[in-house]
């Protein structure tokens, strides 16, 4: 029976031989449950399991070496590993999903995932990172290559004797057959460089290796980055032509996806989908074996609209799996309202995890992953709670308290969401609109009393609470500087939210942090000329891999950037900045000046409520410090979880 409202998203498919449920695959990524030496343990198995019952038709989990090396993930190098392996397959498939797992091998990539035995095509990697201190790879000989590609065809053996019921082959991300596709990474003379023919020759012979030890009925998929992004190299004109070389070698799909570990902002609110999905149609029309596609595709309707529209077969869930992964039943149940979606941070899933070796995490989901302990568990003694505030740590928090069975009321001074209003303003943050939407269902769903007005002191003490949850966020940090009021000033939250405008044609933005960014962003859009003054010597110096997302867009808006001064004084229409040794410099700020120096905490009411009064009090999210947004859920969710 055709679904009523997604009829293609729950239409029956197949990847070779195999009959999916439905068009959904929960896409490769890495979870880093794993336990030290690679092996399948008991997380690992229960996450499989999770993320079947959630209802996609294919679950591909985290990703397998094909050799032993220092991984957060796991491995298929000998027959040591095939009884874990076999018990993921296994929960996969008794939850209602067929099991797929992806096999790779890091390549340049290596060290980016905390190995030393760094190896590729050539002797190349990323500039960036070679600049950060990253190891050159050490160039494969030829028996290096046939032992690899061998390896390959046994770790595949390995994983359908497990229970698999397909592999997939990462080609793409970075990871060692891109260094061979890319004109960039691959500066060889051999058989395996120079022309398109030879530099897909690894990947080809991969797959020749899979098919001779697993047989050629055996579906393998192929991931694939159709424009690697980076310099020189993979561009969609070469991929179709790979493209159609796998399927004359019996490939069974392609899991199309765009950028490398490198370059990630294909995965961000600054990335145009549609650009990839004009792109994945290229390779779809070229090809008769089923394509999937995915790259933030978070709705059910954008989901049913590419199937329609014929830009793929399959639609994939990463990130948004992480962020919940009853995506597919909430969808088949008409519970859209309840899905948490994904806000393309990048801050639990990459930073957190592939970056920082850490199994993964998630902004706007503070549950996942976390088996040790029941989720909501029922309180003991149902207390009468106050929560001062509404943004993500406030409504975590009383959500959480709420299924709990405490009783609950919300203050909240403006409207649910906070100051993520202000930080969803800009296009490319309009993803965290829909974490606002969610938020808003949810205290519909469960009755919230929300009581729109600032709490105070008396507010609580006379509300005859047993426990009080601060969340009011941070307070903007002032400047101390003269001349402020003459000029036109304002602080950026100010500006974000719409209440201040100024005209004139050159802005400055004082601070060089993310929200400056997106201030002088935006002001560039309204046709001003934006210079952003930094303090530090270094803009944007953040360790997350969504700063280079930033650093494109202010480069790509005009904006200038100026370093290692502060905002000295104000004189009407002009700004004075000054570096560390007094040297000034004099600015136009005819358009404005916006203020972004940073947030504080707010802790005041806090200690008055513990030093006057028997309530216990909490304070959490940038209240008690100033950090980001999933510091707020899950300092929320883990404080409402004590009371």
Known sequence: MKHNKYPKLFEKGYIGNLKVKNRIIRNSMGTYLAD??????????????????GGAGVVFMDNCTIKEMYHMGLCAANDTYIPGLSMLAEAIKDHGALAGMQLSHPGRDTGFVGGTEVVAASSVTFEPWYEAGAALPKPLTIDEIHDLVDKYGQAALR??????????????????PTNFLS????????MYGGSLHNRMRFLVEIVRSIKKYCGNNYPISIKLSIDDCEPNGIRVEETVEVAKVLEKEGVSMLNLMMGTH??????TGFYDINIYLSQAKQIKDAVQ???????????????????ESGQGDFIALAKQEIADCNWSNKVKNNQEDDIRPCIKCLVGCTDNGIIGHHPIRCAVNPTVYKYYEDKYPQAKVVKNVAVIGAGPAGMEAALTLVKRGHKVTVYEKRKIGGTLHEASSADYKKDIKLFINYYEKQAQKYHLNIIQEEATYDTIVNGGYDACIIAT????RTLDVNGLETGKVTYALNYLNGEVKFDGENALVIGGGITGAEVAVELAKEGK???????MDQFLALPSAVIPAYQMAVEQAGVKVITGHRLDYVDHDQAIIVDRFGNKKELKADGGIVISAGFMPQLELQE??????????????????VRQIIDATHEGYAVARMI
């Open 183 to 190: 004109p960039n990474d691959n500066q060889r003379n051999d």
């Open 289 to 307: 074996i089923p394509c999937m596609v995915g790259l933030g595709v978070q709705t059910a309707s954008l989901a049913e609209s590419i199937l």
């Open 529 to 535: 000329k934006v210079t952003i003054i930094e303090v």
């Open 608 to 625: 008055k409520l513990e030093e006057e009064t028997d309530i216990e009090v909490y304070t959490v999210g940038d209240a008690k410090k």
């Open 159 to 176: 994983c359908k004797k497990a229970g698999f019921d397909l592999v997939e082959v990462h080609g793409a991300g970075g990871c060692l």
């Open 473 to 476: 966020g941070g307070k903007p």
């Open 262 to 267: 490198a370059v990630v902002y294909p995965s």
């Open 36 to 53: 030290g030496n690679m092996y399948v343990g008991d997380r690992t198995i229960k996450a499989g399991a999770e993320a079947a019952s």
